[in-house]
């Protein structure tokens, strides 16, 4: 029997299967985005133009807040953990039994995983269904992209108020895609999810809208959602005193009879020291959140001026060098042949992405053909793809729509094996910018990724009876036991203070507030309708009964209701209702 070290519920190798199959994730080490629902060359007018289809838009918030937040100290060296010990399966094995090398940053990152996966999922969700920008002078890098790809319908939506300014116009946009059928689905679908700590999706959703009505009562700027997504992503992920950690493992390593107290340590730092720190120092933080993100972009690593960090960042120039030391040793341990450079590209947004077969002639032109629409791009090669000494070459590739952040750009890229053949703007129609050549050169491609994760979920195990498979189960245990009951005691912390009862844990373990609520279906509809509605601001009762086709009365009742019947079963009011208006205190 073998038992996978990399079980973790972060990353199971979901790019793993075949080029065909459809999917919608962010990879972890590469940082890539990865959906094939959509073929890139299809949607190239509404890239262009900045009319993306409003039924890519819960997709496209929810992964480029998975980016963003792995683009961080953090979040790169979860990647690095998992490239430690994928790089050299030899290795790997041969360390099983010392636990001193590889086989400890297995561990680790399934330790690191088991934590912050709920908080990961939560943010990602939080954007989807809450986060709207406010009066702050900063966005995050979804709202950023948001803007990017849809605000094309500013003129064109004649079903929206012509008197709305674009900013205006894109939280209208978010608003009304997020209250429509499709909203409404995806957000039941997450309240049947089960409370569990591999999942993570409820429970960290639920995490999440807790910190911020906390939060927002005691920094009332932080009731600007998209500001308090952007603040909470920084205060957990750019911490380099957590980044260190992981840095460790891979430099040097710990004793591996101190592995299941540094699982506890860990544990103790994220859930009980920094959340602590955030709630005791939120007003002294966010201002210094504010004053570094004006000055710089999110995801810095690299030694920087040390006055240009928060303190919550926990920076110092020897941090920062240990970070990047081992990043390089993780780098320079994977596999060239499949994983050419796991650091490069993890800035460039990814969108979406198909298989192709692509040709290269001896004229030095190529035509990609999309093998699932039949959908033709061709054009100049670039001079690196074309055949040494002259000659055709052709095989599978990939098309993909990037988008290259530091300018908000969006590219059609095309892949041959792992060669980048071409890059084309959508919008001026013209190929091989040098600029956007020399930002992509060396990004690993789709194929490399499918390789990549097939290594990782199909070699990458612990055997059985060895020392490390005894310490991976021990330490996964307890690291699953701890966050479970540190992300339930808080996420569901009724409005006195108390914990859940174990009736209602009981109930949503099986199947999350659907399962709760399974004898009153009208209050969980209701309960879905108004949190869409209020997502991440106070809705009126008169735009709430328009767009679900009731009276104000009804929607009076309904409140009424659902505040009753949830106190009830949860000891929470899901919300805060006033003369007119009503907003989200809970769900």
Known sequence: MVYSSLHAPLYTGELSGHILARRCNTDLISNAVTNTTVDPLKIQNALATGCLSKELLHPVMHETTHYSTFLTPVGTMMGALIVRPSANLLDFLLDQDSVKGPAQAAIIAEVFSLYLKPLIEGLALFAEFDALPGQSPIITTTSSAVRKLYSGHWKTDTFAPRTLSYEEYIEHLVIKTRASDKGYYRKKLLFSRPLDIKDGYLLGYLYVKRLWCLLASRCPILEDSD?????????????????????????????????????????????????????????????????????????????????????????????????????????????????????????????????????????????????????????????????????????????????????????????????????RDPKSTKFNDSDAVKECDKLAPYLALEAVCKHIANETKFSENTRGVVLFETCRRKAADLAYSYYTDEALQSDLGLPASESALESMNLGGLTNLFKEEPDILAWLTRFSLSCGGRQASFSETAEHWQVDIPSVIHWLDKVNEVSLHMTGKQPFNISDNTFGVSSF
């Open 227 to 423: 500001l308090f997504l952007a603040f909470l992503i920084d205060f957990f992920f750019g911490d380099f005193q957590l980044a260190e950690i992981a840095a460790g493992t891979i430099l040097t390593g710990f004793q591996p009879g101190d592995l299941e107290k540094l699982t506890e340590a860990i544990g103790s730092y994220i859930f009980d020291k920094r959340v602590n720190d955030l709630i005791d120092h939120i007003d002294i933080y966010v201002p210094q959140y504010l004053s570094h993100a004006i000055k710089f972009r999110p995801g810095h690593i690299s030694a920087t001026p040390e006055t240009g960090h928060p303190a919550y960042h926990n920076y110092n120039s020897e941090r920062a060098t240990l970070v990047q030391l081992s990043l390089n040793i993780s780098s320079r341990h994977s596999r060239s042949i499949i994983w050419p450079n796991f650091m490069a590209g993890r800035h460039i947004l990814r969108l979406f992405g198909c298989p192709a077969n692509v040709i290269i002639n001896e004229t030095g032109s190529f035509s990609a053909v999309s093998i699932e629409s039949g959908e033709i791009i061709e054009g100049p090669a670039l001079e690196q793809a074309r055949p040494f000494g002259g000659g055709a070459v052709s095989g599978v590739g990939t098309i993909e729509a990037l988008m290259l952040t530091r300018e908000w750009r969006v590219v059609i890229a095309v892949f041959l094996g792992n060669e980048l053949v071409a890059l």
